[in-house]
């Protein structure tokens, strides 16, 4: 992923974290927080003292009067209470832990005590058994507040709906508080929550928020569900997705029955009722099973292969009980479910731990570590909650909404991935279409100008081929005479011209085919340190031969040891044709000379001749492609008229230039300029016009560069003339130029060699890292992408050479 990338994912986790702060901001200035319980000693509640203008919302916690067994329904029953001995019973407490019987049913009394009318509401959360909730005084005397399921004495008649209670009244002096519970079918039924009591207004407000904060997590999962599902229908190569969408809807379930943000979609019934407790266990379920599948998919240390089926086992039996078993059986599951989530979370923070210490899973590790860390720190925080019965449920949302955002950045970042690959894929491929339009472009420029002069080529080579052939074919029909028409003396001058004529059409093939197999990429030059003076002498002695039936003098100046750098071969070629096309085309007694200079950082070899010279429009355009000329030397001599233009592409491929002035009946001088710089750079990209790209930008600088195809074939080369330099492409066909560096540093003798890889992408498509990062850590120098302008590419290579 890039730098800005990389920005983008860190602010949108910011932005996401903060909006999940605001409401915990907000109710900080204007919405009022639950306050401190008070002291209720002896079943009474001191509001004496209280002003009901800052009375913030608090639990009603301690210790009431109760009356186990009595289940009073008219005002006469509930007086009746003040003639018994009540006993102190904590709220909120387990049914097991105030000793009441298994099945049975109490009766909580609070009194409060008021100097003045006080406006009051009183919000009583869902609990596991039936209950109902009243208040008494001498004004308004007894009054049902709210209830929820079916308060009995019987077993079989005690049913508890999941329901809230949020009534407002007014307090006075004689008021009293009645919360009436009967045990749903467990020992650990009770009043699993404390009644909280506030000032109307301030009440209010805090029920509307609390009921929008479970909205809110509730929205929030269904965006990340929908998103996520939709990105896997997109594409669903990656199941990342589709495990997570189904973890957050799985926890999106839960919000909806356990909060009870559906409570108000149906009338409250037992089937519903126990519906809806059984989905809610199933949801849990979920949750675990999707986190399960989500890590196998992103984290690879998880666990073994071969132990990822059993940790999906236990969840598959609890699935089962759920759905087959009574709610008196699978409810005791809830410990073990927390449990095991516990222990999932912890494997899930130990893998992502690990991921930290590899460089190719560093951030997505760091992601997943922070957001495991949140959620087993809220699952733990939640279990101590339900076993303590703090009335504290939104941190448990908070850290899971927390933990599904930093997983979703890291789904983002494994998309990333492969949206930056698909980008520069797609990049390279509309660079390699460029210049393959552009290569097309001049090779369809080239085959019509090839067109118009093939014919005129044809005809005057094949005009010179016949009227040799012809000579040739009338000396055979002679010699084969019967009895002969020559003599002897005659025979052997018609055998010496055909025998010219012959070497002559040789000579003309072998032209023709050295060109075509070097316009067709068959010669590649093969760069290393050669010695002209070498060359040179060689080539004198064979020219000395051709001049002598001309009685041309060669003259040569050249320096002991000159010693240049490219391909030797091919420079031999060059200068051969130059010397063979001065002497073609000088008369008798004339001379040739070929000369060796430095200057100016350029090696000048030139090739003089006293000739017939050629007209000036030739000499301007003799080099240009598709320009064509055939004519006879001197004595004769045969040509097929691509000599120059040989010369022209061996000067071209070694970053040289060709210079020719002529002058008709005074001669021509060839030259040839060959770089002589001491900095030597290497172009390594399979794209020539890529490469011919990178040779226009820096063709001013002063330096050698060399151009190959093939990365095993530059290591060769590289071996035998250590360049400066090397200016690698990152995408090629045989390996990448990450796997070329590689190679060429695992050699400590080209540790020295400088390195600059180019790319289409900032980053690596295969890890998803920055190949700068890469580039550095292997050895290399510099980084650049292909779009860069040419400028901070010549910046870059000045650097690079200290020029």
């Known amino acids: 992923m890039d730098v800005e990338r990389i920005r983008t994912s860190q602010l949108f986790f910011f932005l996401f974290v903060l909006s999940l702060c605001f409401p915990f901001a907000h109710c900080n200035r204007g919405i009022p927080t639950l306050g401190p319980a008070k002291s209720i000693q002896n079943g009474i509640l001191d509001l004496t003292k209280e002003n009901l203008n800052t009375l913030e919302p608090f639990p009603l916690a301690g210790e009431w009067d109760a009356y186990p067994g009595e289940l009073p329904e008219s005002e006469i029953e509930f007086k009746a209470l003040d003639q018994k001995t009540p006993v102190r019973l904590a709220v909120p407490a387990y049914w097991v832990n105030q000793n009441l019987p298994a099945h049975g049913v109490v009766t909580y009394r609070l009194k409060l005590q008021v100097t003045e009318p006080m406006n009051l509401m009183l919000y009583l959360r869902e609990a596991s058994s039936a209950y109902r909730l009243y208040f008494h005084n001498e004004e308004r005397g007894l009054v049902l507040l709210g209830s929820a399921g079916k308060v009995s004495k019987s077993k079989e008649d005690s049913i508890g709906y999941y329901l809230e209670t949020g009534r407002s009244f007014r307090a006075t002096p004689s008021t009293v508080i009645y919360l009436q519970i009967s045990n749903y079918l467990y020992s650990r039924g009770g009043p699993y929550y404390s009644p909280i009591l506030g000032e109307v207004g301030k009440m209010g407000l805090y029920l509307r928020f609390k009921e929008r904060k479970k909205s809110f997590f509730f929205g929030v999962f269904l965006i990340l569900f929908v998103s996520h599902l939709f990105l896997y229908i997109h594409r669903s190569k990656n199941k990342s997705t589709l495990w997570f969408s189904l973890l957050c809807f799985s926890w999106m379930i839960r919000i909806l029955l356990f909060e009870r943000v559906s409570r108000d979609w149906f009338v409250g019934s037992d089937f519903l009722e126990m519906l809806q407790i059984r989905l809610e266990y199933l949801a849990f379920c979920g949750i675990q099973i999707f986190s399960l599948l989500f890590f196998y998919q992103i984290q690879l240390h998880f666990v073994p292969n071969k132990f990822k089926r059993y940790l999906l086992l236990p969840i598959v039996i609890q699935i089962l009980i759920i759905l087959t078993t009574p709610y008196a059986v699978y409810t005791k599951l809830l410990v073990f479910s927390q449990v095991y989530m516990t222990i999932i979370l912890i494997f899930a923070l130990v893998a992502a731990i690990r991921s930290t210490l590899i460089r190719e899973s560093r951030y997505i590790g760091i992601y997943i570590t922070v957001g495991t860390f949140v959620i087993l720190s809220a699952t733990i925080y939640d279990s101590i909650v339900f076993f ?65 002069l093939k014919d005129k080529f044809i005809s005057i080579v094949s005009h010179d081929i016949r009227s040799p052939l012809f000579g040739i074919s009338s000396v055979v029909n002679l010699l084969t005479e019967t009895p002969p028409s020559l003599s002897p003396e005659r025979a052997k001058q018609v055998l010496g011209e055909a025998s010219t004529g012959l070497k002559n059409i040789l000579s003309m093939v072998e032209e023709l085919i050295k060109y075509s197999r070097f316009q067709n990429a068959a010669v590649f030059p093969d760069y290393q340190l050669f010695d002209f003076r070498q060359i040179t002498d060689q080539l004198l002695e064979r020219i000395q031969e051709m001049a002598k039936p001309k009685n041309i003098t060669v003259i040569a100046h050249m320096e002991e040891s000159s010693i240049g750098i490219g391909d030797p071969n091919l420079i031999e070629h060059l200068v051969w044709n130059l010397l063979t096309n001065a002497v073609k085309f000088t008369k008798e007694s004339g001379s040739v000379e070929i000369s060796l200079t430095e200057a100016n950082k350029h090696w000048s070899l030139k090739v003089t001749d006293t000739g017939i010279g050629m007209p000036s429009y030739w000499a301007e355009h003799v080099l240009e492609e598709g320009f064509l000329f055939v004519r006879k030397g001197t004595a004769d001599e045969m040509g097929a008229g691509v000599g120059l233009a040989f010369c022209f592409e061996v000067a071209e491929r070694h970053g040289a230039s060709l210079v020719v002035t002529s002058e008709v009946d005074k001669g021509t001088s060839v030259e040839l300029l060959l770089p002589n710089f001491e900095k030597i750079v290497l172009i390594l990209d399979d794209n020539p016009g890529y490469r011919k790209q990178v040779r226009k930008v820096l063709n001013d600088l002063p330096c050698i560069l060399w151009e190959e195809e093939y990365p095993d074939h530059a290591l060769y080369s590289v071996s035998r003339l250590k360049p400066d330099l090397i200016i690698v492409d990152y995408s090629m066909p045989e390996k990448t130029g990450l796997d070329f560096l590689r190679d060429l540093y695992a050699n400590s003798e080209m540790e020295e060699i400088r390195s600059l890889l180019v790319s289409s992408s900032h980053t690596d498509p295969n890890t998803g890292t920055k190949l700068e990062t890469e580039v550095i850590e292997i050895g290399g120098d510099a980084f650049l992408t292909k779009t860069s302008p040419d400028e901070k590419m010549v910046e870059i290579v000045k650097r690079l050479l200290n020029l």
């Open 388 to 452: 303590k019965r703090w009335d504290l449920p939104l941190v448990t949302d908070l850290g899971f909404a927390f933990f599904c955002v930093c997983l979703a950045i890291v789904i983002s970042k494994q998309n990333a991935y492969t949206w930056e690959t698909a980008e520069y894929l797609t990049l390279n491929l509309r660079k390699e279409v460029e210049w393959k339009t552009l290569e097309l472009k001049k090779e369809k420029e080239k085959a019509e100008k090839t067109g118009e």
